[in-house]
């Protein structure tokens, strides 16, 4: 990709500021406050789908879902790859083994729950978001100048304040292992049932190259709520042709489609 190359501290403090004040503004016009971001965990028995109730119509299905429609800070986005550079805006990952996850299938997708105080955590901006669940979809959500990738995993973390912010990782289909056999191979085949599975250690989620986009934006999912930290790697990691397929039997489609940008800034970081 081509990047613009403006990394200089006086862009990155000025953006720095651009991003705290399109925050806060975007919080006022959708009335999402950090501390009442939606919670994590799915719901099974929600009325909501991606076919005959996908997304064009969840914003009819509840009131809750309103947003969905009249939002203006939606989430994917299709990312620009010319984007403002600024390595001092880049997160920190801090990743380790995890003993066991319980994996559930929500009717939506394939879940993992881990256990509380595994100590993984991301830190934005200097404040710790604490790992509390991680899903896929397929096809990817984001896109790259409109190219998507076959899945994406989105690992959801949360701050004491209960602000949300999660880390999207573009997965492509490619042959031989991957870090993500464990839970596609003994994903749950009905709506509602668990299973145990692990150890697993997320850092082998990530590719080598952890350059990163960020933005502001919302769940992908109703309630679509918005003033959700984005950081979207920029670079892929495989997963096999066997668990693509096996993601596919149970959900053959679950992704939204990008929605505007209306003027958000994406910060790029790394190479």
Request: charged share 15%.
């Amino acid at each position: 990709m081509q990047i613009e190359h403006r990394a200089n501290s006086a862009v990155g403090a000025a953006l720095r500021r651009r991003y705290t004040l399109m925050m806060l503004a975007l919080l006022a016009i959708s009335g999402c406050s950090l501390s009442s971001a939606a919670p994590v965990t799915k719901v099974v028995a929600s009325h909501w789908d991606y076919g005959a109730e996908g997304p064009e119509h969840w914003a009819e299905l509840d009131s809750s879902y309103r947003v969905c429609r009249s939002g203006h800070a939606q989430s994917p986005i299709d990312l620009p790859s010319r984007a403002m550079l600024d390595p001092a805006d880049r997160i920190g990952i801090e990743y380790g083994p995890i003993p066991s996850v319980e994996l559930v299938n929500t009717g939506h997708t394939v879940q993992a729950n881990p256990p509380a105080g595994t100590g993984n955590r991301i830190l934005v901006d200097g404040m710790p978001f604490e790992l509390v669940q991680f899903h896929f979809h397929l096809p990817g959500e984001h896109t790259v100048d409109g190219v998507g990738a076959t899945m994406e995993l989105h690992l959801v973390h949360r701050n004491a304040a209960g602000a949300l912010a999660v880390l999207g990782v573009p997965m492509r289909q490619a042959p031989g292992p991957s870090a993500f056999a464990p839970m596609l191979a003994n994903a749950p085949g009905k709506p509602g049932a668990k299973v145990t599975t692990g150890p697993i250690d997320p850092r082998t989620f990530l590719p080598a190259d952890t350059g990163q986009f960020r933005y502001v934006g919302s769940l992908t999912t109703p309630p679509c709520s918005e003033g959700v930290r984005w950081i979207v790697l920029r670079h892929p990691v495989a997963v096999t042709p066997e668990e693509a397929g096996r993601y596919l039997t149970l959900f053959p489609h679950s992704n939204r489609p990008t929605q505007p940008l209306n003027g958000r800034v994406v910060a790029v970081s790394g190479s």
